[in-house]
Protein backbone atom coordinates (compact mmCIF):
# COMPACT_ATOMS: atom_id res chain seq x y z
CA UNK A 1 0.00 0.00 0.00
CA UNK A 2 1.60 3.11 -0.78
CA UNK A 3 -1.00 5.35 0.35
CA UNK A 4 -0.74 7.79 3.49
CA UNK A 5 -1.39 5.85 6.74
CA UNK A 6 -2.68 6.45 10.03
CA UNK A 7 -2.34 4.98 13.31
CA UNK A 8 -4.34 4.17 15.44
CA UNK A 9 -7.39 4.48 13.94
CA UNK A 10 -9.83 4.79 16.89
CA UNK A 11 -8.54 5.94 20.09
CA UNK A 12 -10.65 6.16 23.25
CA UNK A 13 -9.11 7.52 26.44
CA UNK A 14 -9.86 9.42 29.24
CA UNK A 15 -10.18 13.12 29.85
CA UNK A 16 -6.59 14.17 31.24
CA UNK A 17 -5.11 11.58 29.40
CA UNK A 18 -2.24 12.19 26.60
CA UNK A 19 -2.43 10.58 23.08
CA UNK A 20 -0.26 10.44 20.42
CA UNK A 21 -1.16 9.62 16.21
CA UNK A 22 1.01 8.73 14.02
CA UNK A 23 1.20 9.56 10.07
CA UNK A 24 2.88 8.10 7.78
CA UNK A 25 2.93 9.99 4.73
CA UNK A 26 3.33 8.72 0.74
CA UNK A 27 7.17 8.63 0.58
CA UNK A 28 8.09 10.81 -2.32
CA UNK A 29 5.96 13.42 -0.54
CA UNK A 30 7.76 16.23 0.73
CA UNK A 31 4.31 18.29 2.53
CA UNK A 32 2.77 16.95 5.19
CA UNK A 33 -0.68 18.01 7.03
CA UNK A 34 -2.48 17.88 10.01
CA UNK A 35 -6.35 18.42 9.34
CA UNK A 36 -9.23 17.84 12.88
CA UNK A 37 -12.57 17.22 11.31
CA UNK A 38 -15.44 17.03 13.30
CA UNK A 39 -19.10 15.26 12.52
CA UNK A 40 -20.97 17.33 9.85
CA UNK A 41 -17.83 19.82 9.17
CA UNK A 42 -15.50 19.69 7.11
CA UNK A 43 -11.56 18.84 7.65
CA UNK A 44 -10.24 22.19 9.65
CA UNK A 45 -6.28 22.96 8.61
CA UNK A 46 -4.10 22.37 11.89
CA UNK A 47 -0.85 22.70 10.66
CA UNK A 48 1.79 21.87 7.95
CA UNK A 49 5.29 21.15 7.56
CA UNK A 50 7.28 20.94 4.96
CA UNK A 51 10.44 18.29 4.81
CA UNK A 52 11.26 18.09 9.12
CA UNK A 53 9.94 21.84 9.55
CA UNK A 54 7.20 22.50 10.51
CA UNK A 55 6.13 26.05 8.83
CA UNK A 56 2.83 27.08 10.12
CA UNK A 57 0.18 26.50 12.68
CA UNK A 58 -3.43 27.27 13.14
CA UNK A 59 -4.87 28.85 16.33
CA UNK A 60 -6.57 25.81 16.11
CA UNK A 61 -3.70 24.31 17.60
CA UNK A 62 -3.56 24.84 21.63
CA UNK A 63 -0.50 24.37 23.45
CA UNK A 64 -1.83 21.58 24.71
CA UNK A 65 -1.07 19.80 20.98
CA UNK A 66 2.39 19.60 19.47
CA UNK A 67 3.75 17.83 16.03
CA UNK A 68 6.84 16.61 15.00
CA UNK A 69 8.39 15.23 11.71
CA UNK A 70 11.70 14.46 13.10
CA UNK A 71 13.32 13.05 9.59
CA UNK A 72 10.90 14.80 7.15
CA UNK A 73 9.27 11.18 6.75
CA UNK A 74 6.42 10.16 9.48
CA UNK A 75 4.77 12.19 11.91
CA UNK A 76 3.41 12.44 15.08
CA UNK A 77 0.48 14.58 16.45
CA UNK A 78 0.29 14.46 20.59
CA UNK A 79 -2.52 15.90 22.80
CA UNK A 80 -1.66 16.33 26.21
CA UNK A 81 -4.34 16.37 29.25
CA UNK A 82 -7.05 15.55 26.64
CA UNK A 83 -10.33 17.39 27.21
CA UNK A 84 -13.66 16.18 25.97
CA UNK A 85 -13.79 18.95 23.20
CA UNK A 86 -10.55 16.94 21.29
CA UNK A 87 -12.84 14.22 20.05
CA UNK A 88 -12.90 14.76 16.76
CA UNK A 89 -11.52 12.68 14.01
CA UNK A 90 -7.37 13.99 13.21
CA UNK A 91 -6.70 13.44 9.30
CA UNK A 92 -2.99 13.66 7.78
CA UNK A 93 -2.46 14.26 4.20
CA UNK A 94 0.54 14.74 2.17
CA UNK A 95 1.32 16.39 -1.46
CA UNK A 96 4.39 16.97 -3.34
CA UNK A 97 5.27 20.00 -4.84
CA UNK A 98 6.96 23.43 -3.45
CA UNK A 99 6.02 27.03 -3.53
CA UNK A 100 2.64 28.19 -3.90
CA UNK A 101 0.53 26.04 -6.52
CA UNK A 102 -1.83 24.23 -5.56
CA UNK A 103 -1.56 20.65 -5.90
CA UNK A 104 -3.68 17.59 -5.06
CA UNK A 105 -3.58 16.84 -0.98
CA UNK A 106 -3.37 12.68 -0.38
CA UNK A 107 -5.44 11.97 3.01
CA UNK A 108 -5.34 9.03 5.32
CA UNK A 109 -8.07 7.23 6.76
CA UNK A 110 -8.17 9.08 10.14
CA UNK A 111 -7.60 8.57 13.37
CA UNK A 112 -10.45 9.05 15.56
CA UNK A 113 -10.38 9.72 19.10
CA UNK A 114 -12.82 9.89 21.52
CA UNK A 115 -12.60 11.28 25.21
CA UNK A 116 -14.24 10.25 27.64
CA UNK B 1 -10.86 35.31 5.13
CA UNK B 2 -10.99 32.56 2.93
CA UNK B 3 -14.14 30.20 2.99
CA UNK B 4 -16.49 28.14 1.41
CA UNK B 5 -20.16 27.47 1.57
CA UNK B 6 -21.55 24.25 0.37
CA UNK B 7 -24.93 23.09 -0.18
CA UNK B 8 -26.13 21.87 3.06
CA UNK B 9 -27.36 17.95 2.43
CA UNK B 10 -28.40 15.18 3.01
CA UNK B 11 -28.93 15.19 -0.84
CA UNK B 12 -31.15 11.82 -2.13
CA UNK B 13 -31.37 10.93 -5.62
CA UNK B 14 -32.96 8.47 -7.59
CA UNK B 15 -30.62 6.47 -9.94
CA UNK B 16 -29.80 8.53 -13.32
CA UNK B 17 -31.22 11.44 -12.09
CA UNK B 18 -28.98 15.02 -12.40
CA UNK B 19 -27.22 16.23 -9.66
CA UNK B 20 -26.35 19.28 -8.65
CA UNK B 21 -24.00 20.41 -5.34
CA UNK B 22 -23.44 24.25 -4.68
CA UNK B 23 -21.02 25.89 -3.75
CA UNK B 24 -19.68 29.53 -3.47
CA UNK B 25 -16.04 30.68 -2.09
CA UNK B 26 -14.70 34.15 -0.17
CA UNK B 27 -11.49 34.49 -1.48
CA UNK B 28 -8.17 36.88 -1.42
CA UNK B 29 -6.31 36.83 -4.56
CA UNK B 30 -6.81 33.83 -7.13
CA UNK B 31 -7.25 30.57 -5.43
CA UNK B 32 -7.45 27.02 -6.63
CA UNK B 33 -10.72 24.96 -6.33
CA UNK B 34 -11.39 21.52 -5.66
CA UNK B 35 -14.10 18.75 -5.04
CA UNK B 36 -12.76 15.98 -2.57
CA UNK B 37 -15.32 12.58 -2.36
CA UNK B 38 -14.67 10.93 0.78
CA UNK B 39 -16.66 7.24 0.00
CA UNK B 40 -17.87 5.27 3.24
CA UNK B 41 -14.92 4.07 5.12
CA UNK B 42 -12.08 5.78 3.17
CA UNK B 43 -10.16 9.09 3.20
CA UNK B 44 -11.06 11.97 0.95
CA UNK B 45 -9.83 11.51 -2.13
CA UNK B 46 -9.21 14.64 -5.11
CA UNK B 47 -12.36 14.20 -7.67
CA UNK B 48 -12.09 17.32 -9.43
CA UNK B 49 -10.12 20.41 -9.66
CA UNK B 50 -9.70 23.71 -11.49
CA UNK B 51 -6.77 26.49 -11.31
CA UNK B 52 -8.47 29.39 -12.81
CA UNK B 53 -11.40 31.47 -13.96
CA UNK B 54 -13.47 29.61 -16.74
CA UNK B 55 -11.56 26.23 -16.27
CA UNK B 56 -13.56 23.43 -15.96
CA UNK B 57 -12.71 20.32 -13.67
CA UNK B 58 -14.14 17.01 -14.57
CA UNK B 59 -13.79 13.36 -13.30
CA UNK B 60 -15.67 10.48 -13.42
CA UNK B 61 -19.06 12.30 -15.38
CA UNK B 62 -18.54 14.71 -12.78
CA UNK B 63 -17.79 19.00 -13.52
CA UNK B 64 -17.76 22.20 -12.03
CA UNK B 65 -16.68 25.19 -13.71
CA UNK B 66 -14.79 28.11 -12.27
CA UNK B 67 -17.01 30.59 -12.07
CA UNK B 68 -15.15 34.48 -11.12
CA UNK B 69 -18.18 36.43 -11.61
CA UNK B 70 -20.57 34.70 -9.04
CA UNK B 71 -17.70 33.15 -7.14
CA UNK B 72 -18.81 29.63 -7.48
CA UNK B 73 -18.10 26.28 -8.45
CA UNK B 74 -21.20 23.75 -8.71
CA UNK B 75 -20.41 20.51 -8.74
CA UNK B 76 -22.72 18.47 -11.51
CA UNK B 77 -23.38 14.84 -12.89
CA UNK B 78 -26.00 14.09 -15.34
CA UNK B 79 -26.72 10.43 -14.28
CA UNK B 80 -25.94 9.52 -10.68
CA UNK B 81 -25.31 6.02 -10.07
CA UNK B 82 -25.69 4.18 -6.57
CA UNK B 83 -21.45 4.21 -6.55
CA UNK B 84 -21.44 8.07 -6.63
CA UNK B 85 -22.97 7.11 -2.99
CA UNK B 86 -20.60 9.44 -0.66
CA UNK B 87 -19.61 13.07 1.42
CA UNK B 88 -18.64 15.85 -0.84
CA UNK B 89 -16.22 18.69 0.09
CA UNK B 90 -15.99 21.62 -2.01
CA UNK B 91 -12.37 23.53 -1.04
CA UNK B 92 -10.32 25.68 -2.32
CA UNK B 93 -6.83 27.02 -1.68
CA UNK B 94 -4.32 29.93 -2.62
CA UNK B 95 -1.65 27.76 -1.64
CA UNK B 96 -1.66 24.05 -0.41
CA UNK B 97 -0.96 25.23 3.14
CA UNK B 98 -4.23 27.21 3.57
CA UNK B 99 -6.71 24.62 1.98
CA UNK B 100 -9.94 25.47 3.38
CA UNK B 101 -12.86 23.32 2.79
CA UNK B 102 -16.79 23.07 3.04
CA UNK B 103 -18.64 21.64 5.36
CA UNK B 104 -19.62 18.46 3.12
CA UNK B 105 -22.44 17.60 1.50
CA UNK B 106 -24.07 13.75 2.14
CA UNK B 107 -25.66 12.20 -1.35
CA UNK B 108 -27.16 9.08 -1.27
CA UNK B 109 -28.25 7.54 -4.46
CA UNK B 110 -31.19 4.81 -4.19
CA UNK B 111 -31.45 2.27 -7.31
Known amino acids: DTGVSQDPRHKITKRGQNVTFRCDPI?????LYWYRQTLGQGPEFLTY????????KSRLLSDRFSAERPKGSFSTLEIQRTEQGDSAMYLC??????????????FGEGSRLTVL | GNSVTQMEGPVTLSEEAFLTINCTYTATGYPSLFWYVQYPGEGLQLLLK?????DKGSNKGFEATYRKETTSFHLEKGSVQVSDSAVYFCALANNNNDMRFGAGTRLTVKP
Open chain 1, 93 to 106: ASSRGSGTESGELF
Open chain 1, 27 to 31: SEHNR
Open chain 2, 50 to 54: ATKAD
Open chain 1, 49 to 56: FQNEAQLE
